[in-house]
């Protein structure tokens, strides 16, 4: 996978934004970054499982104006996998609040 990213990215006609080293070359992709990224991927899945569409809207309602503001930090995928259609509405609420952080981004 990590040899032919590039070639695959450019058949699929797509942009990667690829990091650059010093000289500004750019830098390939290894098996350790695809693994960061298959592991995202799954988280990603997991949450959206978990959330189901009610669960995801309750979620975006909630936290997508305060984040674009700048108002809150946006929550990580370790945090949003944590939710569940039952849950999602008093996290964010604790979340907006300032409640537990774990494991954010900015």
Do not use: M
């Amino acid at each position: 996978l990590a040899e032919n990213a590039e070639a695959r990215f450019q058949a699929l006609g797509l942009r990667f934004p690829f990091q650059q080293d010093a000289d500004g070359k750019r830098k390939r992709l290894t098996a350790v970054d695809l693994e960061h990224a298959l592991c995202y991927f799954s988280r990603y899945l997991s949450a959206h499982d978990s959330l189901k569409a009610a669960g995801a809207r309750i979620v975006h309602d909630k936290l997508a104006g305060p984040i674009t503001r700048g108002e809150c930090p946006r929550p990580s995928i370790k945090w949003f996998a944590k939710l569940n259609e039952k849950t999602a509405a008093k996290r964010c609420d604790t979340w907006l609040k300032g409640g537990v952080r774990e494991a954010f981004t900015s």
